[in-house]
């Protein structure tokens, strides 16, 4: 609105009144890493991956979900976690859900989560598990080997001697370390128990040594690993008579694609490829050794001799997939024998997904959402993964790399990479490259352009069309022209200064096409322009990228029709009008002519007047309208009623301070719009 109340602009916004919480569908499901962990009795990480829950979704929008978890002193502890809007789900990470900061201890846990709207609406679930990051005691656990000699169970001990290969081992544990129940915290019930006795569970194994791969794990009963076992780990000695088992050495094999060996257990490919011949190879023994490969064939190595040969056909050509095909070596005649470890095989066809592109323009980045189906769940979730991920704009004719994006993993196959693009000094429309690659190689590339903006837009001011003047009449004659590549406006106008050091803000007038101006405020002239009074415009503009410029401009300020009376004095009056010896008020506003309208007819009637006093004066005023006194106090305005009669007549009001303070007080009166009866 302008001064006389006006409305000069006007801007619109809906508002979406939302008092419903967020749906919360599903219940709370656990995704395991590995072995035994349940959403009833979960523990470590190697077994808990995350917490899930489904189907949580808000007609607005869902803004953010806190996970948490009721302590014994029935306080909170609480989590930000992941919300994916594709899936409509919640994921808790093993990294929250299982960690020691929520969990202090083993014990039965109210869980929840609060899921929270765009417009703060809460809607909460919950349930009670078993949770235990612990392990039970090993101080009494013992490990045993059977003397096949004298037929008794010793302690094991290295260089030990063993008198019959295969050797017979057995592992102690105390019961009472085992779970139950009623108490579900402990060794899992049940696992790894060949027998027991009053006080112990006892696990036995018989096998050849040496060993080379075989192993076995001791579980919590919330299904993490608190114990493994290498077979390979014993240290024996051979009795005389005694034979070493079979000792595999290394590996190697040719494919179609080259004729060289390749020395390695592990064969990689995102090619087609067809394994033709695979070469085992093992310490040479006094016998004949026999060696098996999974899916592939057998071979003998000879008395003397250290390797053999296996003929196969593993062809791998599409998809995503694992397979470890087990070797194992033997005696010929098929005794003492072990498994010798794995040739595996890992290969992926199929590339990542670019699910979404977005430009955050104020934030200045763009937002990659990526995908990809062949992650896993599992023990697994590392085999098949995103392993980078870039991008790159084409600038001038330049090719310029951004910045390695930061990454946010929403769930296991889905995540969110963020390019900073502020460093891209230009103003154009951009194509940028977007690519993700996976650890086998295979990638996806997405190319997209933008509108970039890093340079700050420019304002030019004008005065009526022309160059600024020292002096103006009208501070709405003021004209802010903002040029810039992208969408901009003036955000911010701020007078400042003169001899009463204003500082207010002004309001905008948006004319479009990038054109603004401003409203007048209530200002005082600078009648000390001489003497260095000015008044400092202060400007801000800004792009939809942020961007921001600030321009300053300093002037002085004389309205037109302006009448200046010169300084009256006045005695100290206690707010009483002193008239001197002819009936006149010692201090009155006036005119030498009547009124008259722009039109030159004569102003008639009750003008709406305003009187406005500075606010470095040092004492209120009080005029005399015809409604009354109107008492102003510094930096006040307030209107009154002239009346001017039916035929027009000039100015004559009275003014006096309003108590005894001495002083100075510079006041100014403005009739806005003159009018007539007629």
């Not at 029935?74 to 929250?96: E, F, H, L, P, W």
Request: glycine share 6%.
């Amino acid at each position: 609105m302008d001064l006389s109340g006006s409305i000069t602009s006007t801007s619109s916004y809906s508002f979406v009144q939302d008092t419903t919480a967020p749906t919360i569908a599903g219940s709370f499901t656990l995704t395991r890493n590995a072995f035994y962990a349940t959403i009833d009795n979960f523990g470590k990480t190697n077994t808990t991956k995350q917490l899930n829950m489904s189907g949580v979704t808000d007609a607005n929008g869902i803004d953010h979900v806190e996970y948490w978890v009721k302590q014994p002193d029935n306080t909170k502890k609480y989590a930000d976690v992941q919300y994916n809007n594709d899936s409509n789900s919640v994921v808790i990470d093993g990294s929250i859900a299982a960690s020691t900061n929520m969990v202090p201890s083993p014990g039965y846990y109210e869980i929840g989560i609060d899921v929270f709207d765009v417009a703060g609406n809460k809607s909460t679930k919950s349930r009670y598990s078993h949770i235990d990051l612990t392990c039970p005691s090993t101080a009494n656990d013992v490990t045993q080997v059977y003397n096949a000699n004298s037929g008794v169970w010793q302690t094991y001990s290295p260089g030990m001697v063993i008198y019959a290969n295969p050797v017979k081992v057995r592992y102690r544990r105390n019961l009472n370390d085992f779970a139950t129940p009623s108490a579900p915290y402990g060794w899992k019930i049940g696992n790894a128990i060949s027998y027991s006795d009053g006080n112990y569970a006892y696990y036995e194994r018989t096998f050849p040594y040496k060993q080379q791969y075989t192993y076995f794990h001791f579980f919590s009963e919330s299904g993490h690993v608190c114990r493994t076992h290498h077979l390979r780990s014993f240290n024996f000695t051979l009795a005389n008579g005694v034979d070493l088992a079979p000792v595999h050495t290394k590996l190697a094999f040719k494919t179609n694609l080259s004729n060289d060996w390749v020395t390695s257990e592990t064969f990689r490919t995102s090619k087609p490829a067809t394994i033709t011949t695979v070469r085992l190879f093992g310490q040479a023994r006094s016998y004949r050794q026999k060696r098996t490969l999974s899916s592939g064939g057998t071979c003998y190595i000879e008395i003397g001799s250290s390797y053999c040969d296996i003929s196969t056909n593993y062809k791998f050509s599409t998809g995503r997939g694992y397979i470890p095909y087990a070797h194992h070596a033997y005696k010929a005649d098929g005794t003492m024998g072990l498994h010798s470890g794995y040739l595996y095989f890992y290969w992926d066809f199929n590339s990542p997904q670019i699910s979404s592109l977005t430009q955050n323009k104020m934030g200045r980045s763009i937002q990659m959402n990526t995908f990809d189906a062949d992650t896993t769940s599992d023990w697994r979730s590392s085999m098949w993964v995103i392993s980078s991920a870039g991008a790159s704009a084409v600038v001038d004719g330049n090719v310029i790399a951004l910045s390695s994006p930061t990454m946010n993993k929403v769930d296991y196959q889905h995540r969110e990479y963020t390019f900073d693009t502020s460093s891209l000094d230009v103003a154009a429309i951009v194509p940028i490259t977007f690519f993700v690659e996976d650890s086998y190689g295979n990638r996806t590339e997405k190319t997209e352009s933008y509108a970039i903006d890093t340079k700050k837009p420019e304002v030019l001011v004008t005065y009526n069309g022309t160059v600024l003047p020292e002096i103006i009449t009208d501070i709405r004659d003021l004209e802010f022209k903002v040029e810039d590549f992208s969408e901009a406006s003036l955000t911010s106008v701020q007078l400042t200064g003169s001899d009463a050091n204003e500082n207010v803000y002004l309001a905008i007038v948006d004319k479009g096409d990038g054109n603004f101006s401003v409203e007048k405020p209530r200002i005082f002239p600078t009648l000390d322009y001489d003497s260095g009074e000015r008044y400092t415009l202060n400007m801000i503009a800004q792009d939809e990228f942020g961007n921001s410029v600030t321009k300053s401009i300093v002037f002085g300020y004389t309205p037109e029709n302006l009448i200046v009376v010169d300084t009256q004095q006045y005695l100290p009056s206690n707010g009483a009008a002193l008239y001197d010896v002819s009936d006149h008020a010692i201090a009155s506003i006036y005119s030498e002519e009547i009124l008259t309208l722009d039109s030159s007819q004569i102003a008639t009637g009750k003008q709406q007047a305003e009187i406005s006093n500075r606010k470095n004066s040092d004492f209120p005023i009080v005029v005399r309208g015809n409604d009354g006194l109107v008492t102003v106090a510094p930096g006040e305005t307030k209107t009154m009623v002239v009346d001017l009669g039916v035929s027009g007549s000039k100015l004559d009001i009275e003014v006096y301070p309003a108590n005894n303070t001495e002083g100075s007080a510079e006041f100014m009166f403005n009739i806005p719009t003159l009018t007539t009866i007629y």
